[in-house]
Nanobody
Framework: QVQLVESGGGLVQAGGSLRLSCASS??????????IGWFRQAPGKERDFVAA????????SYADSVKGRFTVSRDDAKNTVYLQMNSLKPEDTAVYYC??????????????WGQGTQVTVSS
């Protein structure tokens, strides 16, 4: 199991930017061996895939709705994965979760989840 903590959420106007962080207290070697995914869940909706990064940063994947606006990266020396979100839209409003597991766009591939951080984009 990997313990994950998200941070960086908040209230931002449409067109603005936020950078989310997903930090782990797990040892560096263990954390770096996991793929990290970002998912989001808006009120009354299912949890949707946003982005993922493989171990070693070899591969990234994005949902069509965020391509060109969001960038996922990782710094394994800091046990942290980042989600840079630019050109935010009101429809990006959701609770954002990071998760550790196998590289995939499917939530079931991830075994450890953070508690989530709220992102609210005002129009």
């Amino acid at each position: 199991q990997v313990q994950l903590v998200e941070s960086g959420g908040g209230l931002v106007q449409a067109g603005g930017s936020l950078r989310l962080s997903c930090a782990s207290s797990t040892s560096g070697r263990t954390f770096s061996s996991y793929a990290i995914g970002w998912f989001r869940q808006a009120p009354g909706k299912e949890r949707d895939f946003v982005a993922a990064i493989s171990w070693g940063s070899r591969t990234t994947s994005y949902a069509d709705s965020v391509k060109g606006r969001f960038t996922v990266s990782r710094d394994d020396a800091k046990n942290t994965v980042y989600l840079q979100m630019n050109s935010l839209k009101p429809e990006d409003t959701a609770v954002y979760y990071c998760a550790a597991g196998s590289f995939s766009g499917t939530a079931s591939a991830y075994s450890s989840w953070g508690q989530g951080t709220q992102v609210t984009v005002s129009s």
